[in-house]
């Protein structure tokens, strides 16, 4: 398998200019696709390929279950510096399925505190109206049935201090953006995303793009829905400044030199309805930036392949019968 | 003793075992879960019967707006759970305490979602908020991105107008 094997560890560096581009040039809906897509190809691809070091890695230590052909020399040539990079990748990929397991914990954790806390209210109340001064509206992904607690749709979690202080227009604007993310189930971009950055630490800036897509892609379903561009951008800068004077002490948000979410978010609400298209045009620094991810995680996906397919034909020649 | 009925609940009778109110409450005797979502429900019920006390409420009171076939002692338990949780207070009345509610089910849920929001600092990648945190800067430049386009409304509205 030689090299192949570590390619797919630092091929999601393809998918970066793609991450920083596609939200001048794609549709919301079109970048919360694509940027999910090369980030789940990426994340496995870059697993197996630690996982197919590890078994390696495995092989050498002494009083290891596997069996004994697997560290002769032919396994351990089939891998450049063999030693330490077997031997590195065993804490590495220890590393990323805890934080990965962890993170998945979390969110599942997170999900069933959530709806037991609005358990209290039935389900048929939707959106729940919390009574509560503190502005803030959530959107709750639906959990699947378990044994034990039933199946429960997702829900649109809005505080009373947020309703009073929007008018009725900008209430449906929020209800639609809200709606949008429940029915375009955005928590699964964002949980994938998530893990990807877990197991590999360079997808890491996929999260926040995927989380800015997802935002962009519901305010647009909210202005199709309420037939205004002008009310929802309303509608998001004024919730936005509702919640920050409600608590003006929040002296660990950092300001970057950029813009942040919101208004970025305002300003391309103001501006014309983004394009439709799905792809970027080939000939612009964007629809280069596609291309280059598109390879990059085209070549993930085969190294990760022929690095697999590699290690089981010299495993299974190594292995006595 | 020997003459009592059978069938009557352990709970029933002068000072309850400890095991009545479990019993009671899960009814047939189902599994945890089933126990457990019957605390909830229950919860829920002796806060609506609260609500619709016309003041503060005894636990007999609300044992018999239930139905009556809930033990006293389980009424006492998910009284005491629901002040516990803030969502009810209580005041005394010569031996017994009177029960009110703090909030009703939406304060309780209200309650909880605090709870959850303000424990779980990494809730945002699971619950999706509307609007996120907007430091000085952003304020600013949102102040002007929504104050421009007031005055484009307004001055198409007059462009109408005239």
């Known amino acids: ?321 | 003793m020997g003459g009592k009925p059978f069938g009557r609940p352990p709970g029933g009778a002068g000072k309850p075992g400890r095991a009545a109110p479990e019993a009671q409450e899960c009814g047939a005797g189902g599994p945890e879960h089933t126990r457990r979502r019957g605390q909830g429900q229950l919860e829920a019920q002796v806060l609506a019967a609260l609500h619709r006390a016309p003041g503060p409420a005894g636990a007999g009171w609300v044992r018999e707006r239930l139905g009556g076939d809930l033990a006293y002692t389980t009424v006492m338990t998910i009284l005491s759970r629901l002040h516990a949780k803030q969502a009810v207070t209580r005041e005394r009345s010569g031996r017994a305490y009177l029960w009110s509610p703090a909030a009703d089910e939406a304060g309780l849920a209200a309650l909880r979602m605090r709870r959850v929001l303000d424990g779980e600092p990494d809730r945002d990648a699971v619950l999706t908020s509307f609007v996120s945190a907007l430091s000085a800067q952003d304020e600013q430049l949102l102040r002007a991105l929504l104050d421009r386009a007031a005055d484009e409304d307004s001055g198409t509205d007059e462009a109408r107008g005239g």
């Open chain 1, 1 to 321: 398998m030689g090299v192949f094997v570590f390619l797919p560890l630092v091929l999601p560096l393809t998918a970066l200019p793609i991450a920083r581009l596609a939200e001048q040039h794609l549709h919301p809906r079109a970048t919360t696709r694509l940027l999910t897509l090369l980030a789940a190809v990426l994340g496995l691809c870059s697993t197996l390929c630690l996982g197919l070091l590890v078994v390696v890695g495995t092989a050498q230590l002494p009083g290891n279950p596997l069996p004994d052909g697997w560290s002769d020399p032919e396994v351990r040539a089939a891998v450049p510096f063999a030693e330490v990079a077997g031997a590195a990748a065993i804490p590495l990929l220890a590393a990323a399925l805890t934080v990965g397991a962890t993170t998945l914990r979390r969110h599942h954790r997170i999900r069933a505190r959530t709806h037991r806390a609005l358990d209290a209210l039935p389900a048929g109340t939707d959106p729940a109206v919390l009574p509560d001064d503190a502005p803030y509206a959530y959107a709750v992904p639906a959990a699947p049935a378990r044994p034990g607690r039933p199946a429960r749709p997702g829900r649109i979690a809005v505080s009373r201090g947020m309703l009073e202080r929007l008018d009725e227009d900008e209430v449906r604007a929020l209800f639609a953006h809200e709606h949008a993310h429940l029915t375009c189930r955005h928590h699964r971009s964002l949980l994938a995303v998530r893990l990807a950055g877990c197991v590999n630490p360079l997808l890491l800036p996929l999260r926040s793009a995927v989380a800015f897509a997802t935002e962009r892609w519901a305010d647009e379903e909210a202005a199709r829905v309420v037939g205004d561009r002008r009310l929802t951008a309303r509608a998001v800068g004024r919730a936005a400044l509702i919640q920050r004077s409600a608590a003006p002490v929040e002296l660990a948000h950092f300001a970057g030199p950029e813009p942040g979410p919101v208004p970025r978010r305002v300003a391309a609400l103001l501006g014309p309805v983004p394009p439709a298209r799905p792809w970027p045009p080939a000939l612009t620094p964007a629809g280069l930036a596609a291309l280059v991810a598109a390879a990059g995680t085209a070549a993930s996906a085969l190294c990760a392949l022929n690095a697999a397919v590699a290690l089981f034909v010299v495993l299974k020649a190594a292995t006595p019968l």
